[in-house]
């Protein structure tokens, strides 16, 4: 035990403050019987306010999950058996040597995460371009965030999610919130949308009626509720009803941004009626939403607008143009850059914003920087101290990465490092066959996901309350998370991990592994590039826990960078210093809805479970409060289909299969049926998913697809365990067997 600590919670991007007060008994017996070793309470801060949801307040039980992998292990004759790290390490490093000599450098990949700190995803990064020398370097926010980034940065020159403090919300008119249900994924944010509501401008965007739909329910606010699918078509038609009635902010168009007559022509032919016929949303509803918006904007007099967007519009196969769109939009009416108006994404996993910063993305290098720039090479290789020529250059973005596993091209080996793939990536069933394909699989994790379960070597790491580091909020606040705890015996840092392979790989790389040394060699990285953290530091976030980046290194003498919370004020940070209108098109859902398999199929959230589960599903209030997927159905299918609440249903796509327990509920469109990802096994909604991806980001369509329906029995009659959960460890490899 090392003392309460003021830290962050270890799931989603709000990063809500809290603090971790070791529990009165430390006996080890009460660890051993799954007593929580830390009281976990709200801390004040700007984004939470003192705040929690479910999953934060139950976060404790993650520490002392019985489970919890204390040991690495080593798949012998088919098993995993306990091994010593002398053993993995040295079983990881001699293959890799093997197959890299066999294969070339390219035959290593590696699968990173927004879960991890900015030191591990820097270290990660770092390990496989400058010890790998492998392109092949990608990760979950492939899933998450890549359109959203790609929309931002054409239309932008910079991604930051929110490029303002999240508390600015407050004050706001009208919000546009499209395909975002943060009253169950961000709860403690909703107390930011008050004033909007009161003020009768919260506009929420979503096929269903989700809990943030429902806000608006009073009658005060707007769902729209479009053909899955369909945003796009939506914001046209904003956009045609803003120039058609002349409700642009002309003055800012003119002087800070260009493409206008492109735009212009892009969106003449989505005239109300005819986004009508494609979204289902009601023209008068359209001209209301467009009319609501310019009246709240800067340039009308209003109190301020904000269009934001979440993983319902991005994940799509046209997720980057609809973000352009959603940009766009901002742009006509003024918004980006002024005072309490602007466009935001809603980041989503714990560090899903400095994880797309310091390079473990497929085209990136630390601080934001593009790989294929010779300028950006050369530093980061300076700060390395490799040669620039060594460097790697771009690898493959995720899906196409996990789609060549084990092909007699692609890569032979895999290091995961944050996610869990085989319940997470979209045609999982695909994803599963191409892990079988490899020869190497290595899985450093916290417990035994699904896909840990499938290496050939597990090494246990440290998690949140157990490590020093930082995060990146979803407002581009960097956070420091702390230790209130030391980790089980047996378990070690993956900066620790990444610096031994390094060793054991004969590298003559540098690799500290006290995590404020490494963030200062990532601030260094960092310095002069789009993500600039070279005036921070572990001591400096200490004192003021209040910093946005850019915060650049300032020089001797002079004060030092006051951090950015709010970006574009002055300018944009494109090469004219104008935001660009970027005119897009809509090209329709790749895996429309056809006579085979005439019922869309939504995937998302539930408030009390986290993505793959992995970590939520061995929380016991958790468990209790959603134990399983549902498929969510409007009475009218259930009824077509003589499907009754709580019967389960088999959903069947191109891809595969999933079966769950039906939800009757009018809160889905009678054409579409909702379920969450939260599960593997027969309900784990990504059998079903398609990985065909965005053009632009590479992100996958992960949102929506065509399924058939049927009322069927249930999957685990048969099973004597009916639970999805795999269990295949040996005696000892956890915490507490
Ligand atoms: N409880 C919980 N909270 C979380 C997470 C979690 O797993 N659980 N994960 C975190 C992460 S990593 C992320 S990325 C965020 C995600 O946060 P959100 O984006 O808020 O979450 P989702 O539920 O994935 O999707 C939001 C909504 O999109 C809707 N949707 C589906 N298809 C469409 C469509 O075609 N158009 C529109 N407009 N909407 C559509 C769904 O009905 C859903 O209500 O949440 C973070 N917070
Ligand atoms: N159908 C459908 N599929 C989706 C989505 C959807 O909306 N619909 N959403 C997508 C999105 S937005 C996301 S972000 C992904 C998320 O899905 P995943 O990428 O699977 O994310 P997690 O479940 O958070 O997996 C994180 C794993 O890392 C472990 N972990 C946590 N911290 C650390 C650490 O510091 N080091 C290491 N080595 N391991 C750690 C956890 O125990 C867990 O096993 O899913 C995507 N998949
Ligand atoms: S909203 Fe997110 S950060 Fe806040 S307590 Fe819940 S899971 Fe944790
Ligand atoms: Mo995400």
Redesign the pocket.
């Known amino acids: 035990m090392t003392g309460a600590a003021d830290t962050h919670c270890p799931?989603?991007?709000?990063q809500c403050a809290m603090q971790l007060t070791p529990a009165v008994s430390t006996d080890a017996s009460v660890a051993a019987a799954g007593g929580s070793p830390v009281t976990v309470s709200g801390r004040d801060f700007p984004t939470n306010r003192g705040g929690l949801?479910q999953?934060g307040w139950t976060s404790a039980s993650l520490l002392r999950t019985p489970d919890r992998l204390t040991t690495p292990l080593l798949r012998t004759d088919g098993r995993l058996r306990l091994a010593t790290w002398d053993e993995a390490l040295g079983f990881v490093a001699r293959r890799l040597r093997e197959l890299r000599a066999e294969s070339g450098p390219e035959t290593v990949a590696v699968f990173g995460g927004?879960a991890l700190t900015n030191e591990k995803a820097y270290t990660l990064g770092k390990f496989a371009r400058a010890v790998l020398a492998t392109p092949n370097i990608d990760y979950n926010g492939r899933f998450?965030?890549a359109s959203a980034a790609a929309g931002a940065n054409r239309t932008l020159g910079i991604d930051r999610g929110l490029p303002f403090p999240l508390e600015d919300l407050g004050g706001a008119q009208a919000v546009l919130l499209?395909?975002?249900?943060?009253a169950?994924?961000?709860?403690p944010s909703v107390q930011h949308l008050a004033g909007v509501r009161a003020a009768g401008g919260l506009v929420v965007?979503?096929?269903?009626r989700?809990?943030?739909?429902d806000l608006t329910s009073d009658g005060r606010g707007t769902h729209?509720q479009?053909?899955?699918?369909?945003?796009l078509v939506?914001l046209l038609a904003l956009m045609h009803v803003v120039l058609a009635e002349g409700l642009e902010d002309a003055a800012y168009v003119e002087r800070r941004t260009t493409g206008l007559d492109d735009l212009r022509r892009s969106v003449a032919s989505w005239w109300p009626e005819r986004a009508e016929q494609v979204s289902g949303v009601p023209a008068e509803t359209l001209r209301a939403v467009a009319r609501l918006l310019a009246a709240a904007s800067p340039s009308s007099g209003g109190a301020g607008a904000y269009v934001l967007t979440?993983?319902?519009?991005?994940?799509?196969t046209q997720g980057t143009a609809t973000v352009t769109a959603a940009i766009d939009l901002a742009l006509l009416l003024g918004l980006p850059g002024r005072t309490g108006s602007g466009y935001g994404a809603?980041?989503?996993?714990?560090n899903?914003q400095g994880g797309r910063e310091h390079g473990q993305k497929a085209d990136q290098l630390p601080g934001y920087r593009s790989i294929e720039d010779d300028v950006a090479r050369a530093h980061v290789a300076g700060v390395w101290g490799v040669d620039p020529a060594d460097l790697p250059r771009s690898g493959l973005p995720a899906v196409e990465l996990l789609a060549r596993l084990g092909t007699p091209a692609g890569p032979r080996a895999l290091l995961v490092h944050g996610s869990n793939i085989v319940v997470s990536a979209p045609d999982a069933d695909r994803v599963r066959e191409r892990i079988a394909a490899l020869d190497l699989l290595v899985v450093c994790d916290l417990v035994p996901s699904e896909t840990a379960l499938l290496a050939d070597v597990v090494l246990p790491v440290t998690q949140w309350a157990e490590e020093e580091g930082t995060m990146t909020s979803l407002e581009g606040r960097v956070l420091r998370r702390r230790r209130a705890l030391h980790a089980p015996a047996g378990v070690r840092s993956e900066l620790d991990i990444l610096a031994d392979l390094a060793r054991r790989l004969g590298s003559p790389v540098r690799f500290p592994t006290d995590p404020a040394e490494v963030f200062d060699e990532l601030a260094r990285a960092s310095a002069g590039g789009r993500a600039d953290y070279s005036g921070l530091s572990h001591a400096r976030l200490d004192a003021e826990p209040d910093l946005f980046w850019p915060c650049p290194a300032t020089p001797e003498g002079e004060p030092p960078h006051p951090g950015t919370p709010r970006l574009f004020t002055r300018d944009f940070p494109t090469a004219d210093g104008r935001a660009r209108l970027v005119a897009v098109d809509h090209t329709g859902t790749v895996d429309d809805v056809h006579p085979g398999a005439p019922v869309y199929l939504?995937?998302?959230?539930?408030?009390?479970?986290?993505?793959s589960g992995a970590q939520?599903r061995r929380v016991p209030e958790l468990v209790r409060a959603a134990p399983e997927p549902l498929v969510e159905i409007h009475p009218l299918l259930a009824e077509r289909y003589g499907i009754e609440d709580g019967a389960w249903v088999r959903l069947d796509s191109a891809r595969g299969r999933a079966v769950a327990r039906a939800r009757v509920t009018d809160a889905?469109r009678i054409d579409t049926v909702?379920m969450?990802?939260?599960w593997a096994g027969e309900g784990s909604v990504n059998h079903l998913t398609s990985d065909a991806t965005d053009p632009v980001s590479g992100m996958p369509g992960l949102?929506?697809c065509a399924v058939s329906i049927e009322a069927c029995d249930n999957p685990y009659d048969d099973v004597s365990d009916d639970g999805p959960q795999e269990r295949a460890l040996p005696t000892g490899a956890g915490a507490a067997a």
């Open positions: 799931y989603c991007a709000l949801c999953k927004g998450c965030m499209l395909g975002s249900n943060v169950e994924t961000m709860p965007v979503d096929p269903r989700s809990a943030t739909a729209v479009p053909v899955p699918g369909t945003d939506v979440g993983r319902g519009v991005e994940q799509s809603i980041t989503g996993q714990g899903g939504v995937t998302g959230r539930v408030l009390a479970q986290y993505q939520t889905v909702f969450a990802f939260h949102k929506v």
